[in-house]
């Protein structure tokens, strides 16, 4: 539920002006009928014909590659920030989003240093960490110069892949540091939608971690040391149903919110691990399309930031989807749920 207790973030005046500008531009995102047109064009040239009609139009102008696409859809996000932080009256909504995309580069950055397996070569500008710093204090092995907020976290990255030269540690250990972080702001703000969409995000974290690990067929001792805390199901019971049945799981989800995501990733008596992360991401979006019933305060401001980045994803995915000669039908099932 969103309600709470009145606090001063919950503020007609202090958030009045920032949630009219949202609740306006909220009436431009993306709706089925768009997508539809998006998913029947005949082919890339007429898609971008198509998004020329959206304030996308003036970053998609010389698209021809995958790699325009995403550069073109980083460009955009930036500027999407850029007006959410002239905008909001509370400067840390943006910074915890965009906190992200820091631990996203520190993940490129380590799994270049390393040459690690699914290590990628383009990092990303929306975070307040300076890259190239970062680059280079990695590469000479000294963490300390990194600002605490990352220090801790890179350095038991580090530690452990140099143990067990196993890449999944550095995301996991790294994204333990986000959601660590993202917990505590969360806890500053006094805002239970806030809270909630960060245990819900750890929740599904450590359900990707506990499905993956059984696909692989890792051993239990895997999950205990990567399971993160904090979310709404204690990671006590996963690590408990860990070698049972995944019936027992099924049955202990039964009346929890993720009784609807187990049911979207299963197929038969199996994970379909294909469909784990557009799920998740579902999941996310049914919560926070709570956002726009709440009149004024912090809410709308993280439910639009949040349905702009599903958006965006949603854009990559069906010119992606084109540019790599999947069917109408093979995109469809790739796309995520809208917001509005």
Known sequence: MLANARSTLYDPIKYGFAVG?????ETRLFDKHWVDRMVEAEDLPTQLRILAETDYGEFFEDVKTLEDVDEALHRYLAKVYDFLEEISPNPVLVAFFRLRYDFHNLKVLLKAKYKAEGAERIWSRLGPLDVEEARDA?????????????RDSVREAVESFEEEKDAQRIDIILDRGLFERWYQLALSQKNRFLSDFVRYSIDLANLKIFFRARGLGREK????RSLMDHGTLQSTDLIALYEEPLGKLVYWLRDTPFARFLKAVMRGEDVDLSLLDREADNFLL???????LVPVGIEPIVGYILAKENEINVVRVILAGRLSGLSREQIRGRIRELYV
């Open 21 to 25: 500008r949202i609740k306006v531009l």
């Open 138 to 150: 990695i590469e000479a092995g000294e963490v300390e110069r990194l600002p605490k907020t990352y």
């Open 221 to 224: 001792e895997f999950i205990v």
């Open 286 to 292: 049914a919560h926070i399309k709570a956002a726009k």
